[in-house]
């Protein structure tokens, strides 16, 4: 890990997502008890899960793959010299 010489960041960091994780799951569980108690069906489908899953991951790879290809095209000499002097690159 580059500027960590002794990892104590990502420990911290690991134990604030699972801190987040458990307070989220305590919500979602405490919301469909909610729901359940007005007698409204709270079932989610594995189907749904599973293309909520694939569109994230295929939107993340879209968007990922696209810019990072545009990049690989350029000129690296034109691509430097614009990018130290401001210009955008079309």
């Known amino acids: 890990m580059t500027g960590d010489p002794d990892g104590s960041r990502g420990e911290r960091w690991m134990s604030f ?3 987040v994780l458990v307070a989220f799951s305590s919500l979602r569980w405490n919301a469909m008890r909610s729901l359940q108690s007005f007698g409204w ?3 989610i489908k594995g189907a749904a899960i599973l293309i909520a899953f694939l569109f994230a991951a295929g939107v993340g790879v879209l ?3 696209w810019p990072a290809r545009r990049a690989a ?3 690296r000499i034109t691509a430097s ?3 130290e002097h ?3 690159i079309d």
Do not use: A, H, I, N
């Open 17 to 19: 997502g699972e801190v």
């Open 41 to 43: 069906e709270t079932t």
């Open 63 to 65: 968007f990922g793959v």
């Open 73 to 75: 095209l350029l000129d």
């Open 81 to 83: 010299s614009r990018y």
């Open 86 to 88: 401001g210009q955008t």
